[in-house]
């Protein structure tokens, strides 16, 4: 998407297939910011598509929006390539510079990533000059308990992650470790309302100018997981393995079983779902055989494929 937009002048979205985020391209002209990396199985082509952008402008910075693998994937290639500094939100600060995986839940979701460092951070309540703009650091829990918005008042712009998407929001990853988030998402829903809003640029998906109709779906979206958290379980059991199904692309079966039974969040959803079925693995076999009826997966010659 272009400058000549509703988004208005030195904004650019590359808009990705839904294993990678969106890649938010900031001009100021003699360099560019970049918001979020995408998923590092695509790393390369993130390297050409934003070369192809900066032309002979170099690469001022990269900002992560939060880091889940999604988003920030691409940030070791991009650092080899262009050698930027990498801002994350605060509070992930100390376990990326530690490298603690688990607390950056890349242990636990079983997820592909490569090391990256950060260089700085962005605080929520600070303002940004990038873009030739002034952005709000927004606090955005919920999804993540780090993430962050970036709001344009001028232009009315809400870079949004994965807080706000046109149909919906991210899957709320601290309900499905046991912890309370519900009331997180309405509030920031709550933010966005309160917010002269003209546009959103979501983590996924194409930008959109019907923010109070986004809103409202989001709004009974998490009405239905609050009246039924354990369709929220289910639904972030799906999630994990239709994510791990576009990061492989394709698995032998028996190889998916192993990789069901070893993943940790799997394991804690189905506590937190009471133990159904007579064993983990038989609820996981249920949740495959749900997806492959669903025609979300597809099973060939013993093989289970991305659909």
Avoid at 61 to 71: A, E, V
Avoid at 176 to 181: Q, T, V
């Amino acid at each position: 998407m272009a400058d000549d937009t509703p988004l208005g002048p030195g904004l650019r979205v590359l808009e990705r297939g839904w294993l990678s985020s969106n890649n938010i391209v900031l001009d100021d002209g003699d360099a560019v910011t970049l918001i979020d990396s995408g998923h590092c199985v695509h790393a390369d082509q993130t390297v050409a598509l934003l070369r192809r952008c900066l032309g002979p402008r170099r690469l001022r910075q990269l900002i992560n929006t939060h880091l889940h693998s999604d988003h920030c994937g691409g940030n070791a290639a991009l650092q080899r390539e262009f050698g930027c500094p990498v801002l994350v939100p605060s509070g992930s600060w100390r376990a990326v510079n530690e490298w603690d995986e688990q607390a950056l839940s890349y242990a636990p979701l079983r997820q592909r990533i490569e090391r990256y460092d950060a260089q700085g951070v962005v605080r929520a309540g600070e303002l940004l000059a990038i873009g030739r703009r002034q952005w709000q650091v927004l606090s955005a829990p919920g999804h993540d308990p780090e993430s962050v918005m970036l709001f344009d008042a001028v232009h009315g712009v809400l870079i949004s992650a994965d807080a706000l998407w046109e149909n919906g929001f991210g899957v709320i990853f601290p309900e499905l470790e046991g912890d309370a988030a519900f009331h997180e998402v309405e509030s920031v829903l709550d933010l966005i309302e309160s917010l002269p809003v003209r546009w959103v640029i979501p983590g996924h998906g194409a930008p959109f100018g019907d923010v109070a109709g986004a809103l409202h779906r989001a709004r009974v979206r998490l009405a239905g997981f609050r009246a039924d958290p354990a369709r929220h379980l289910r639904h972030g059991a799906k999630v994990m393995l239709k994510y791990h199904l576009m990061e492989e692309q394709r698995q032998p079966l028996d190889a998916l079983r192993t990789w069901l039974a070893e993943m940790p969040l799997l394991a804690a959803i189905w506590q937190g779902l009471g133990r159904p079925e007579s064993s983990l693995a038989a609820w996981n076999e249920h949740v495959l055989r749900d997806m492959l009826d669903a025609g979300t997966l597809v099973l060939r010659d013993g093989v289970v494929h991305d659909h």
